[in-house]
């Protein structure tokens, strides 16, 4: 898999593209510690996607440092988008990923054709104790938050690699990752959002719960609502192929 160059630094980037495919190419990004492995293959490889999906800086295989905003992650993920040369793309984005890409159909319009949103919101509060608990009990912090990434019936090899992989995360960028959720608010912009939107939410989510993905599904006009029973704010590695046939059923009825 390949390191792009880019004006802000280099990305790691997983191509599952089908260049023999018309349709839109779909930026996948992943959430606030996570990497592009949060997207199982029966998603990353869906061939309707024709996906390029990333490890944000500081993230999985991208080196450098994480980024504080949410508006520095939408300068990575434009430049990405320059760098492959991808005029006009579908954003798919999971939790902080989800901020990044309403932020670029907001702000960059021409650019985005469709948004699959995923355990967001319009708003990513993030509770104190997150984020001192970062800094302070970095340890116990984590499990806090591996504890709220699945349903009531977690899988525990799941949790387990969870733990492991948050763990060794750079404190700092996981701390930074979260300030960046903590001052996200597009509440008084969301409704201006008018390219077709699939919304996917779980019953589960303890990080997202599945009002926020209401909230988005009655602000953005023409947009589709999935619920995932049972779904945690990891739905898509809990219930992969429920996701991904959401997925595939709503780009198939898509006209681009």
């Known amino acids: 898999m390949p390191l792009l160059e880019t004006e802000h630094g280099t990305i790691w980037y997983a191509d599952h593209r089908d260049p023999t495919l018309h349709s839109p190419v779909t930026v996948v990004i992943h959430g606030a510690g996570g990497t592009h ?10 061939p309707e996607l024709n996906a390029v999906v990333l490890d944000l800086p500081g993230h999985g295989r991208s080196v450098g440092a994480g980024r504080s905003s949410i508006a520095a992650y939408v300068s990575d993920v434009l430049a990405v988008m320059d760098a492959l040369k991808l005029d006009k793309v579908i954003l798919a984005g999971h939790s902080m990923g989800g901020a990044i890409a309403q932020t670029i159909a907001l702000q960059h319009p021409a650019r985005v054709a469709a948004l699959i949103l995923i355990g967001t919101s319009a708003k990513l509060g993030v509770h104190p104790d ?15 938050l591996v504890s709220m990434y699945y349903g009531t019936r977690p899988n525990e090899s799941m949790v387990r690699r969870s733990q492991q992989r948050l763990s060794e995360f750079n404190p700092i960028t996981l ?3 979260y300030v960046a959720c903590n001052t996200f608010d597009l509440r008084e912009q969301i409704q201006y959002i008018q ?4 919304i996917i939410g779980g019953t589960d989510d303890k990080m ?3 009002k926020a993905s209401s909230y988005l599904n009655e602000h953005i006009a023409g947009s589709r609502l999935i619920q995932v029973e049972g779904g945690g704010h990891l739905m898509m590695l809990e219930q992969p192929e429920l996701v991904a046939e959401a997925i595939r059923t709503w780009l198939t009825e898509q006209t681009f």
């Open 37 to 46: 492995l949060d997207w199982p293959a029966e998603i990353r490889r869906l």
């Open 130 to 144: 997150i984020l001192n608990g970062m800094i302070n009990e970095f340890k116990r912090t984590v499990s806090t």
């Open 208 to 210: 997202t719960p599945y």
């Open 175 to 177: 701390y930074n990752d």
């Open 195 to 198: 390219i077709p939107t699939l």
